[in-house]
């Protein structure tokens, strides 16, 4: 297929600019709020008698507040007004509020540095909705994840660039405070002017008018997203992620200052290793899905998460500091490398959990509300991290300590993540067919492209193994109903990822005729649904290798319903052990070799009028061609 990677829409215009300014407002946020962190972990008394580790968790919840009271008004506004102008609103707010923040600095003025960071708040919840709307009007479906991987790796950058930059010159003597004041008016500056190059991205719904009452928007805003329930449960997904991070990232400094005994460096450090995981998470996201929005990272990602996150705390429990510790001091003990590599970790699975439920969300949100539908995102976002801030405090208050605390949200991800996939098989579903071609097979792919991006067609192919539609559609970007054998279509395990799937079992008429009768009437509602749908003419799986001749119901199904075919051939897998040469299939556990190559290759359409059983089988054999 002729996919670039996602690194070449850094050069275009309709996608760099942007990046462009929302790394400068990430790495400009990140400045102030890390200079700030700092400053009350390690100058509390000079600022308030309030004690440290409630201070930290009060400055995020303020930081956040404003999610939930602007998100809703945030999001009418970007679907009403062109957004490359609301960009340029929001970077210029950006620029008032570290006007504040650096009077702030300047007095040593705890009062105006808070209000600054409510603010700075605020001008985060009105960009939201449009950094995300603003991706699916931009970039095409197969860009999206690759868009969303960049999006995310830059932020965890900018989050990487802005800690260290504003941790360093917040502890320099003299003239740190000042640095930081300077330096993030000047980021903001420089993220107007850039904002100015921002293509033209029209209104979805100018006609819009806009209701300004908080309450009755923000019940609005939770009625859209309820409106499909895959995006809606994403969306908890995605808010849950949020209470993850903030639960570990707000205590990073009291961890470094009152547990790993550590200064301000290794506070950045231990900030700085965990967005390069995130960051690294969500570039591997685009290679990993293959160019399609691949949910059967999210549970790969959750997993990973939550087993990293306890080896965090047995690794925690194991490190017994010697005294007060450099940064060079903490990295020459051992114990300090486990705790890393675990934040690292954590890091990359939050990317791989995190990409694709963004990217399912804009791809599954219709496009006249799907600012408003981001924006109630953004709401439950920070409904989350203000729980987190608030249990966080309440589990101080009980007398757990930052080990406990973050083991404890260890295991309510885990608990969290089993609910949804619950709700929603269709995460599970992809999940194992994600993991099957990335850990039993090495999949080649070629002319997938044939395949239509829109519309309703039917797929033909061979039928080598019983792992042959699940191959199929972990290749295809677009979602595929198999109509298959019922006796295939009960075989524990892939019974699920059927159903799920929405197979459609069929019979021949000789077995089970009100079965087969089913089946037609089926496939003629998937395709006048516009669904692709996925056949195996041989009607068995081969025993010998070849292809058996292609019964006459693809004749019936394109005359009834007449769409475009496109023959498929997968090659590689006979002799596998889900073939059946030589025997029953998975019967012989020899032939299980981990990471074998096998391919998948399609054809050009063939119009309705021209289907034929015996050309299609010609079509096929020659794609298949000697690789069988």
């Not at 799937?501 to 077995?511: F, K, L, Q, T, Y």
Request: glycine share 8%.
């Amino acid at each position: 297929m002729s996919e670039t990677t996602q690194f070449a829409l850094l050069r275009e215009r309709r996608f760099a600019p942007f990046f462009g300014v929302q790394f400068l407002g990430a790495l400009n946020d990140n400045v102030f709020k890390q200079a700030l962190v700092i400053l009350l972990a390690y100058q509390t008394a000079s600022f308030t008698t309030m004690s440290s580790d409630v201070l930290q968790n009060v400055a995020q919840a303020l930081f956040i507040l404003p999610f939930f009271l602007f998100s809703a008004t945030a999001g009418q506004l970007a679907d009403k007004y062109e957004k490359s102008r609301l960009i340029t609103v929001t970077v210029a707010i950006e620029l008032v509020v570290m006007g504040l923040g650096a009077v702030g600095f300047f007095l040593h003025n705890l009062s105006l540095l808070l209000a600054a960071l409510f603010l700075g708040g605020v001008q985060s919840a009105l960009f939201g909705p449009v950094k995300y709307a603003i991706l699916p009007q931009q970039l095409k479906e197969t860009e999206l994840v690759g868009g969303n991987g960049l999006v995310e790796t830059g932020t965890s950058m900018a989050i990487l660039m802005g800690m260290m930059l504003g941790g360093w010159m917040v502890s320099q003597p003299g003239w740190g405070i000042a640095g930081v004041a300077v330096t993030t008016m000047a980021f903001s500056a420089l993220g107007l002017l850039l904002s100015r190059y921002v293509p033209l991205a029209p209104a979805a719904d100018p006609d819009l008018e806009i209701n300004w009452n908080l309450f009755t928007e923000t019940w609005r805003s939770f009625q859209l997203m309820r409106g499909n329930r895959t995006v809606f449960l994403s969306i908890l997904g995605v808010s849950w992620f949020w209470f993850f991070g903030a639960m570990f990232i707000t205590q990073f400094p009291n961890l470094s200052k009152n547990f790993l005994a550590g200064d301000e460096h290794v506070v950045t450090l231990l900030l700085i290793v965990f967005s390069i995981g995130i960051g690294a998470g969500s570039l591997l996201c685009e290679r990993l899905s293959g160019h399609k929005v691949e949910i059967g990272l999210v549970p790969f990602g959750s997993i990973g998460m939550t087993l990293f996150a306890v080896d965090l705390y047995f690794a925690l429990a194991g490190y017994a500091p010697l005294g007060q510790a450099t940064l060079g001091q903490f990295l020459r003990d051992a114990g300090s490398w486990r705790m890393l590599a675990d934040l690292l970790l954590i890091g990359i699975f939050g990317g791989f959990y995190i990409v694709p439920l963004y990217a399912l969300i804009q791809s599954r949100s219709e496009p006249s509300h799907r600012s408003r539908i981001i924006a109630g995102n953004n709401i439950l976002n920070a409904l989350f991290v203000v729980a987190a801030a608030v249990l966080a405090i309440g589990l101080f208050q009980a007398g757990f300590t930052i080990p406990q605390l973050l083991l404890a949200t260890a295991l309510l991800n885990a608990l969290v993540a089993a609910y949804i996939y619950t709700l929603v098989p269709e995460f599970l579903m992809r999940f194992i067919v994600w993991m099957l071609i990335h850990s039993v097979y090495r999949l080649d792919k070629e002319g997938l492209d044939n395949i239509p991006d829109d519309g309703a067609a039917v797929l033909v192919c061979n039928h080598v193994s019983f792992v042959d539609a699940l191959i199929i559609a972990a290749a295809c970007r677009r979602p595929v109903r198999f109509v298959m054998d019922h006796n295939i279509f009960r075989v524990p395990v892939l019974n699920f990822v059927f159903r799920t799937g929405r197979a459609i079992p069929i019979a021949s008429a000789r077995e089970n005729p009100e079965l087969l009768e089913k089946a037609y009437d089926e496939i003629a509602r998937a395709l006048e649904h516009g669904d692709v749908v996925c056949i195996f003419p041989e009607g068995r799986i081969t025993d010998t290798g070849e292809l058996y001749p292609f019964r006459s119901g693809i004749k019936r199904i394109v005359d009834r319903t007449p769409v475009p075919v496109v023959p498929l051939a997968l090659r590689g897998l006979w002799g596998n052990f889900f073939s059946r040469k030589d025997g029953p299939a998975m019967s012989k556990p020899s032939r299980i070799r981990p990471f074998s190559r096998i391919g998948l290759v399609a054809g050009p359409l063939v119009p309705p009028q021209q289907v034929t059983p015996e050309g299609l089988q010609s079509q096929v054999l020659a794609l298949r061609g000697n690789w069988r």
